[in-house]
């Protein structure tokens, strides 16, 4: 009994490690259920297409007038016969074959002439790619069935005319694909190594470019194969392809409709074959993009959900929440879960702001800093984002444990944000004055030119002349600078009493820079707001927070008053961000960054994070966990071997 | 506003010169003797005069084309031999019919679509996103003149609902309503496939924009998630979609081609198979200009339409 136990304990953990290494591109393409279920069908129905010279299938051709139309399952015709008294199972395999072939020969023809134009107009450039881009733009120009039938009206009807006519119509999606990965792979490196080593044109698309393009060719083949064998059997359908007594599944429906309210199965019987032809290819074409469209592989395209998740059974710190201190996060842990991989973008961070203090959250990218600020309104994105464990003290109350309502009732009102990139995270096809009275009004029941004429206020608050008029304005009509003015407007909206200010200045330039800063710290005085101020940036600390948490590979490393933290830190991971600042006047200062990169996450060595990149580490600095502890003034460090006052790096 | 279209038309000019250019073509390219083949069993010896002196055969090709589309602007596509009747009539009366019916299904794929691919994403990896990517597949995957087969055995033999064929009824029909009565079954056949590919976009675009960070600080602002998703998310993926709806305009326009020949619908569609058919070749010629003339008529509406909702295309 207890040998079992151990045995299913076993099992998965055996599994889930072999899942975390990558698989390959087939694999991937038969672990997709549907792709697998996709090729299955498509298997079956291609090989019983194949064979049917060497089944035992009646002739499709021989008539049978007295055996007329008989029905499904009767002898020895278990699909029942047609008008003329055809075996249907018969003519149904045959004409699969008939089909599968046009279909597939259509699909070549266009995938090979598509992919030739788009290979020389791509990589010839110039007036050639204008002219033949043209063309095809022509082409493209008709409606998609209409231009097939323009040239079976040229030619005439039949099987092989409606081929071509399919591969035309076709011709352009390969042309235009092709095309636009062949421009970019015309300007790189190995193709004009291969242009100075004597290589003709010629040689180089069909040696260097071609296999590059590939890729492209066979997902392209894999949406365009389905319809291509669809639309051919389109046009047999409407007797413009097969003629009698050739006759492939459109041509079979075609004929069958005579007879549809006698005997509908006839005409019912080839739809239900071509339908299954079109879906399982269908079915593998997507699963084919799925497994080439990287971005599908990682889950990215996950939709975030209004909150980050917060898992039920998380770790709670035993301490009490400072009633008094506006915020105040006890070890913090914020994880993405990808797959088996779990990144530890904050692992225990502990925060506390006092009512209108201004915290300064410092690191490098990668660190940690926006996760942390991010988790406390639930706005890390999730999935992947987990809240694995902490408290989120907010005046007394615990965020972590709060409902969404209150959540939403706390977004945009006691706490506000001020993001990065303005451009990105103002709504690009609203006017500014809409978000603002949106934001307004989200919190404040008053009627809509009441919320206008605030939101006009807080437009003149920020100093942004002339606020009436750049209320219509849309975001990307303004200045980086302007648009930031209007964030903060927004931050300010409903009176918070916390301000999350992730990067608010990096994205502006240096002079825009200042003038937001001094306006932010103006602002959060005049109104008594508590502020968590991200940056990257010392010199930006300096300037507007009173204490400074400094952020390494999610933990806090150091914290303290900013006056001494700049004057003299005790953590060497400090000293070196501070080194970084550039200061006036001092040329010769070194400003290159931290040397080296922070450890992954996902694999955070034991003892201190920072060891590796540590001139002063020791070998105790590599084990064991290593505790936050007061060390001089008002500083809290991690670390072993702190640096004394007047003690230099090296 | 008129700005725009007034760009936007001198934009569609050329496209539709080359258009026409390649629809003149279709005469010049047909193999061996183009009056012979076009008038078939119609070519009395006095019949291939005519054509030949209709369509200036003796000149040079640009003059012919010079000739022809002069001929086209006033309204004259010569002459439909099997049905002795001018081809701008017959293809005129036709294209009423055509529009309607593919107005009707763009409008249902239109809405359909969106509706499905907003839920797919916002229920993304649910129940119900699961069950619209499915019957979606299916969609895109059916025969559309195979589903008309199925939709009437069912709603017009078995259960009677809908007519199986025409767009009136013969005996006192012509009112709005037995139009409309006759247009269900045929515009949902046609509507099907564009749907699906609505959906499916609508879908990849909403997924999309809900990453972005204008969308985090609707949220931030403390909006309720109807507001994030049908305002903030949903006008953004609208600019994206609409120009697919353009290009599907296009596949239902083209696609109609095989309802009105399975609902026997009085469209250009059956008119042009019939055409072929019998190597009317003036008829097709007709039929497919002013069809695909539409069609970029059409995508220049999307156009507009995607610079309105996004001013910064302007």
Known sequence: MTTAATNTEAQPHAGRKQRSERPSTLALLVNNRLAAAGLVILGVIVATALAAPILPLADPNATNPAGRLAPLFSEGHILGTDALGRDTLSRLIWGARVSLAVGFSASVIAAVVGSAIGLVAGYAGGRTDQVMMRLIDMLMAFPYILLALAIVAILGPGLINALYAIAIVNVPFFARNIRGITIGLARREFVDAARLSGKGPLRILGSDILPNVLPTIVITLSTTVGWMILETAGLSFLGLGAQPPQADLGSMLGEGRKVLFTAPTISLVPGLMIFLIVMSINLIGDGIRDVLDPRLRSGALARPSFRTAILPDRARPASMIDQAATLDVKNLETQFRMGSEVYRAAGGVDLRIARGECLGLVGESGSGKSVTAMSLMGLVPSPPGVIAGGLIGFKGEDLAEAPDKRIRELRGGAVSHVFQDPLATLHPLFPVGDQLVEAIRAHQRIGRSEAETKAEDLLALVRIPNPAARMKALPHELSGGLRQRVSIAMALANDPELIIADEPTTALDVTVQAQVLRLMDDLRRERDAAVLFITHDFGVVSEICERVAVMYAGRIVETGRTDEILKEPTHPYTRMLIDCVPVMGEPERRLDAVPGRPPPVNRLPPGCAFADRCPRAQADCRSGDIPLEAKRGSLEARCLHPLQPGESLT | ?314
């Open chain 2, 1 to 314: 506003m008129t700005a725009i279209i007034a760009k936007r038309l001198l934009a569609a000019i050329p496209v539709l010169v080359g258009l026409s250019v390649i629809v003149f073509l279709m005469i010049a390219l047909i193999p061996g003797d183009p009056a012979t083949a076009i008038l078939g069993s119609y070519a009395t010896p006095e019949n291939v005069a005519r054509l030949n002196a209709d369509l200036g055969l003796d000149k040079t090709l640009p003059q012919q084309y010079l000739a022809w589309i002069s001929g086209v602007l006033q309204g004259d596509f010569g002459r439909s031999y099997a049905l002795n009747r001018p081809v701008i009539d017959i293809v005129l009366e036709r294209f009423s019919a055509t529009l309607l019916l593919a107005g009707a299904a763009l409008i249902l794929a239109t809405i359909f679509g969106l509706l499905a691919g907003i839920v797919s994403a916002v229920r993304q990896f649910g129940l119900a996103d699961k069950t619209i990517t499915l019957v979606v597949l299916i969609g895109i995957s059916v025969p559309s003149f195979w589903l008309g087969l199925i939709l009437i055995l069912f709603f017009a033999v078995r259960i009677q609902l809908f007519p199986a064929s025409g767009m009136v009824a013969i005996y006192g029909g012509g009112g709005p309503r037995d139009i409309l009565h006759h247009l269900v079954l045929p515009a949902v056949t046609l509507a099907v496939v564009a749907t699906g590919v609505i959906a499916r976009l609508t879908r990849t675009a909403m997924l999309e924009v809900l990453r972005q960070d204008y969308i985090r600080t609707a949220r931030a602002k403390g909006l309720s998630e109807r507001r994030v998703i049908y305002r903030h998310a949903f006008m953004a993926a609208l600019v994206s979609v609409i120009p697919v709806i353009g290009i599907q305009a296009g596949f239902v326009l083209g696609g109609a081609v095989y309802i009105e020949t399975v609902f026997q619908w009085p469209g250009v569609g059956a008119m042009l198979v019939n055409a072929i058919s019998q190597r009317d070749i003036l008829l097709v010629q007709g039929g497919v200009l002013v069809v695909a003339a539409s069609y970029v008529l059409f995508n220049l509406a999307a156009d507009v339409c995607q610079t309105l909702l996004d001013p910064r295309l302007k």
